[in-house]
């Protein structure tokens, strides 16, 4: 079995079969909650575990895909400049709400870590959890946090933000377009913003325009708990 | 032809935002650096998006694929949740609940108060 996946070509391999399997099933049984992601991610690791197969040898492939995050991240630039017009008639709503997101993301999972006694590697771990997975990670790796427990943390956030989001709105009678928007991409990010979109043309621009921006303000506010030693 | 000239501008893209990063040593990563890096590239004009879009949309609209083998660490990761699992996602439920909740009232909030200022001021 070693020498069957010891090699590049089965990272690769099993991870494109997860991921294409993953979005057929999706697409199949027409259900919000199957995420290829999370989906692909459990089957792996199944795959991994069942037939004794070494974490470093998934990786040797893993770590080629794993490569594509920066560029990833970079392209992040691309839906922010197209919703440049929106973000202009609504500058300040748009910035004083996602600041108030992400300043309250921050401190409830300081707070609520500190609470439940969680170790400080968990909260670093868990402080980028709404934000866009390939900054996510970014924020976790440079916190010296641990990147799978990120990932994971972050999948779930963008479930369960999409699926509550109707029933939170309705119950705070948020209905403004705008605002229900920036509370889907901020909160959480692209699996957020894809609800977004069934809600409305407007609702959906605006969460792909909070994805970009909520990051770099997540981004700036822990580089600035950094570089005054918080973290 | 096309798809690897879009590609070869952002990989390029890429790399000058790590190495932007590194030479003036910014604490900011490489790859946020490059995101900056494009976003003005952009607004100045120097980039046009038509340069850049099939392939960046690709990857966009595929962008999860990237994340799993960075997901699948948790299999060697899952121990430093020291068996906290229920507490740990009670957190990020709390967590996101909050945000949404928060972001969306305020920005509702201003948006009322700012129409109604520019009817007082008519």
């Known amino acids: 079995m070693n020498e069957l996946t010891n090699n590049h070509l089965f990272g690769i391999l099993i991870s494109v079969a997860v991921f294409y399997g993953g979005s057929v099933l999706r697409k199949k049984l027409k259900r919000d909650f199957i995420n290829p992601l999370l989906l692909g991610i459990m089957v792996i690791v199944a795959v991994l575990l069942l037939g004794d197969i070494p974490y470093e040898n998934y990786m040797k492939g893993g770590s080629v895909i794993h490569a594509f995050l920066g560029p990833v991240t970079v392209i992040l630039a691309l839906p922010l400049y197209r919703q440049r017009k929106l973000l202009m008639e609504y500058k300040l709503p748009i910035i004083a709400g996602i600041l108030t997101g992400v300043i309250s993301s921050l401190v409830s999972v300081i707070l609520l870590c500190r609470v439940f006694d969680l170790n400080n590697l968990l909260e670093r771990s868990l402080v980028g959890h709404s934000v866009t997975t390939p900054i996510g990670i970014n924020i976790s790796n440079s916190l010296g946090a641990v990147e799978g427990i990120t990932v994971v943390s972050i999948i779930i956030t963008g479930i369960l933000g999409a699926s509550v989001a109707p029933l939170l709105y309705r119950l705070f009678r948020i209905v403004h377009p705008v605002a229900k928007g920036l509370g889907l991409g901020t909160s959480s990010h692209a699996l957020g913003t894809t609800k977004a979109m069934e809600m409305g043309e407007t609702e959906g621009a605006v969460s792909s325009l909070a994805i970009g921006v909520a990051a770099l303000t997540t981004v700036a506010m822990v580089t600035i708990l950094q570089l005054t030693g918080w973290y | ?122």
């Open chain 2, 1 to 122: 032809m096309k798809i690897f000239k879009q590609l070869l501008i952002i990989l390029a893209i890429s790399f000058g935002g790590e190495l932007l990063s590194r030479w003036l040593s910014l604490p900011l990563p490489g790859s946020i650096v490059g995101m900056l890096l494009l976003l003005f590239m952009l607004f100045t004009g120097i980039i046009k998006q038509e340069q850049i879009a099939e392939t960046a949309d690709f990857m966009l609209d595929h962008m999860a694929f990237f994340f799993i083998p960075a997901g699948v660490g948790v299999m060697v990761s899952y121990h430093y949740l020291e068996g906290n699992f229920l507490v740990v996602l009670g957190l990020i439920v709390i967590s996101t609940l909050v945000v949404m909740m928060l972001t969306s009232l305020i920005t509702q909030w201003m948006i009322k108060t700012k129409k109604k200022d520019e009817r007082t001021d008519q």
